[in-house]
């Protein structure tokens, strides 16, 4: 692994002019992000050694330096969920990666469905803690020791710095965010009602089916984490509204500008 690593960093270390500060994964709702990047550097998944490959057409598959507000960042545009077939071990491959590139603060977006009773459809929610549901946990196995500890300290899995700073910036410019937790779960399929009101029985805000692998190998390799999500539709035991992709993706874009600006602060501060 360690060697399967090595080999994406030193080919991306040859094409990045300097080292980023910052790596954003960019899911549903920030994609226009990439859109503010200066001084772009494009790096296509194809070309990095060991890198999991982009299987559905269409889908991004890229990474891209530049920066942002003079601050030097790495952009992951399309990344790779369990439910698509990958193993944990290539979910979370380019964190792995991006850790090796010397990277230590990492800003991922998602969208979920809400199942927190105040919530609206395209609310903002900084994810404050979450709950694994996923069936695999993307650890087990032999630890390696050069990446970080058999038992990971999981207490404050997101940044409190990170998340304050997005709290105070929303809260000065008039945008409403919640905190909240998000339930990682397989999906694909969205969930029944039942589901959802487990999901809210359990101590959920929302649920989702991406991040938190990644979340947790980047603590594994005490890597800071942001995370914003974009409430794209709502569930729960008395809710069964029909939930589609389509949905999911105009709530998300609806939501994106603001989502962009809160980011920014945090890309700005902290
Ligand atoms: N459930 C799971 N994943 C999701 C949802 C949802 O309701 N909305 C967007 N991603």
New binding site residues.
């Given amino acids: 692994m360690l060697e399967r690593i090595n080999e994406a960093v030193k080919y991306i270390n040859n094409l990045l002019p300097e080292q980023p500060e910052f790596v954003i994964v960019l899911g ?1 709702g920030l994609g226009k992000l990439e859109d503010e990047v200066e001084n772009k550097v494009v790096i296509n998944y194809k070309e990095i050694p060991n890198f999991p490959q982009v299987t559905v057409e269409g889908h991004k598959g890229h990474l891209v330096y530049g920066t942002i507000l003079g601050k030097k960042v790495l952009m992951m545009a399309g990344r790779f969920h369990y439910y698509e077939g990958y193993s944990m071990e290539e979910v979370t491959f380019p964190m792995r990666v991006f850790n090796g590139l010397g990277i230590k603060k990492v800003i991922l977006s ?4 809400g199942v927190n009773p105040d919530f609206q459809v395209g609310d903002i929610l900084l994810v404050k803690d979450h709950i694994n549901m996923m069936p695999e946990h993307p650890l087990r196995g032999k630890n390696i020791d050069e990446l970080g500890p058999r038992f990971v300290d999981m207490s404050k899995a997101y940044d409190r710095e990170m998340l304050n700073e997005a709290v105070e910036f929303a809260k000065a410019n008039d945008i409403l965010v919640h905190q909240g937790v998000y339930v990682g ?1 397989q ?1 694909p399929t ?2 029944t009602p039942s589901e ?1 009101g487990l999901v809210r029985f359990i101590g959920g805000d929302c ?3 991406s991040t938190v692998p990644e979340v947790i190998v980047a603590r594994h390799m005490d890597m800071r984490v942001f995370c914003v999500s974009i409430i ?2 709502l ?1 729960g035991p008395e809710i069964s509204f029909d ?1 589609s992709h389509e949905d ?1 993706l105009n709530a998300a874009n609806n939501a994106m500008p603001n989502v962009i600006k809160v980011v920014k602060s945090v890309i700005e501060n902290c």
Avoid: K, P, R
């Avoid at 998602?110 to 469905?113: C, H, K, L, P, R």
């Fill in positions: 549903s998602n969208a979920s469905g779960l999906g969205f969930e959802y649920v989702g089916m794209t539709d569930g939930v999911v």
